[in-house]
């Protein structure tokens, strides 16, 4: 079992930065693939960001590429989500998620609370 909590959401500016951080529990997490997603209102929730165990690979939806940037330390069990020149179309709660699994299209099979992010215009 996989426990993940994000945090470092909030209230930012367009064209300002946050950063999401998301802990999890376990001694296995350089085991996993780890991803964020997001999920507007009214909206289906997208993938936005996936890091491959060893941060030897990431890739991003298209429509954050350049903008946010995924990382994560396996010695303190956290992956994180840099967000620069954020937009309105941003907000967005934000999840992450973890898999053994590595690909595009592929199940995540643990997901944390969510954070919200709220991008003002």
């Known amino acids: 079992q996989v426990q993940l909590v994000e945090s470092g959401g909030g209230l930012v500016q367009a064209g300002g930065s946050l950063r999401l951080s998301c802990a999890a529990s376990?001694?296995?997490?350089?085991?996993?693939?780890m991803g964020w997603f997001r999920q507007a209102p009214g909206k289906e929730r997208e993938f936005v960001a996936a890091?491959?165990?060893?941060?030897?690979?990431?890739y991003y939806a298209d429509s954050v590429k350049g903008r946010f940037s995924i990382s994560r330390d396996n010695a303190k069990n956290t992956v994180y989500l840099q967000m620069d020149s954020l937009k309105p179309e941003d907000t967005a709660v934000y999840y992450c998620?973890?898999?053994?699994?590595?690909?595009?299209?592929?199940?995540?099979?643990?997901w944390g609370q969510g954070t919200q992010v709220t991008v003002s215009s």
């Open positions: 890091i491959s165990r060893s941060s030897g690979v990431t």
């Open positions: 998620a973890s898999t053994l699994e590595w690909g595009r299209n592929i199940d995540y099979n643990y």
């Open positions: 376990g001694r296995t997490f350089s085991y996993y693939t």
